[in-house]
């Protein structure tokens, strides 16, 4: 069998050997023998000096290592050269859907929904950093005690966020939710029980009838993959922008224009917010808007869009429930500071959205759509809501 593929049998959620002193000096030396743009080649190129590293290394140790042992300490280098350290693994694991490293010895994954702890640890506080500074780095973004937080999507999709001391107590965090291949089909929300046949049917005929649709639900709960599914449902023939504080949509349509907001940069300029892009989208001629998330006063520009001839708009909210969305949303409009009254931005909203539909992730995993309910306008001050869909099991 070949290093390669000793390699990809290595199962990531195995305890490694006790080797990190090892792999401290193999750093080293690789660092003698490849010189200082170490992080700059591919693994193809480093895999010989490596072996070579290892080699010197490993001469003169008491207890020689199995092939299968040695094989997992060149992956380790690599990994901690090239990557994430031990998060590599689990990167390539597709049942992983979330990473999150607590400590530099805590780290978590969700599988099929369900949190999950495993045996993975980086070496100290140290290593955890090394590895944080180099995924930031990838994306041309920096953290450290003047900036100590970071939230960024990696060439992949994938979406990091870093948090390190001193606001983040015990530890450098580092959070990565990865970034599906292969987009989820409303098929696939069928056979996970997300979906029923005739919840299916009635968003379908809501998205072809153009209504204006939010989505609500906690973190985690699939909001965005729902979106995701109800925005590939809109006809070819539409021109769709879709606007994201880290681009996770994945839609198929041949006539989709892609933005995302941007944070500042080093220098304290550039910031580009999900409000400017809202208002930037109403000059591009969209059919369509899909925002991915509203969470500020980008709500009142959203609702402006929906009531000026942006029919069949879709957006996302964290909410517990469908009329906490709407509460929320309220909330989020007297943020834009317009000072409107609370009268006025009701009528706003009943005049713009159409269906609220809330997904709720059960204890053992599974994401339900547990309530879909149609807007009905306001009267007496409040605004009128019908229940379409409300699952019995999530009534309170």
Do not use: W
């Not at 993959?225 to 349509?253: K, M, W």
Request: aromatic content about 2%; hydrophobic content about 40%; overall charge negative.
């Amino acid at each position: 069998m070949s290093l390669a593929e000793r390699l990809n049998r290595t199962d990531p959620g195995l305890a490694a050997p006790d080797n990190a002193a090892d792999r401290r000096r193999v750093i080293e030396l690789l660092t003698e023998l490849a010189g200082s743009n170490l992080g700059q080649r591919t693994s193809a190129q480093l895999q010989p000096v490596v072996l070579q590293a290892v080699s010197s290394v490993l001469a003169n140790r008491d207890r020689p290592l199995t092939d299968g042992e040695r094989a997992q300490l060149v992956q380790q280098v690599l990994d901690d050269v090239l990557g994430s350290g031990p998060l590599e693994g689990l990167l390539r694991d597709p049942e992983v859907s979330e990473i999150m490293v607590a400590r530099f010895d805590r780290i978590f994954v969700e599988r099929r929904g369900r949190l999950q702890s495993t045996s993975l640890s980086f070496t100290d506080e140290e290593h955890l950093r090394a590895s944080i500074d180099r995924i930031v780095g990838r994306v041309g973004r920096r953290i450290d005690e003047s900036s100590p937080m970071v939230d960024a999507r990696l060439s992949d999709g994938s979406r990091i966020n870093a948090v390190v001391p001193p606001i983040a107590l015990d530890g450098a965090n580092l959070t990565i939710r990865k970034f599906a291949s292969v987009p989820l089909s409303t098929r696939d929300l069928l056979e996970s029980g997300t979906l029923t046949e005739s919840t299916l049917d009635l968003l379908t005929d809501a998205v072809m009838r153009r209504k204006n649709i939010v989505i609500s639900g906690a973190t985690g709960a699939g909001k965005s993959t729902l979106l995701n599914v109800l925005s590939g449902l809109i006809p070819y023939d539409e021109r769709i922008i879709t606007i994201e504080d880290a681009a996770e949509l994945q839609l198929q349509n041949p006539h989709v224009v892609r933005l995302e907001a941007r944070p500042v940069n080093g220098e304290g300029a550039g910031l580009v917010t999900i409000r400017q892009l809202v208002r930037n989208a109403l000059r591009m001629r969209p059919d369509r808007i899909v925002v991915g998330e509203v969470r500020d006063g980008a709500a009142l520009d959203m609702l402006q869009a929906m009531n000026t001839g942006h029919d069949g708009s879709l957006t996302t909210v964290h909410a517990n429930s469908a009329t906490d969305a709407l509460a929320r949303l309220e909330t989020m409009c007297l943020m834009a500071g317009l000072e409107l009254p609370l009268s006025a931005i009701r009528e706003q909203l009943a005049r713009a959205i159409d269906l609220v539909v809330h997904i709720t992730r059960r204890p053992d995993g599974a994401r339900i759509v547990t309530e879909v309910v149609r807007v009905n306008g306001v009267a007496s001050g409040e605004i009128l809501i019908e229940p379409v869909l409300v699952l019995k099991e999530f009534e309170e």
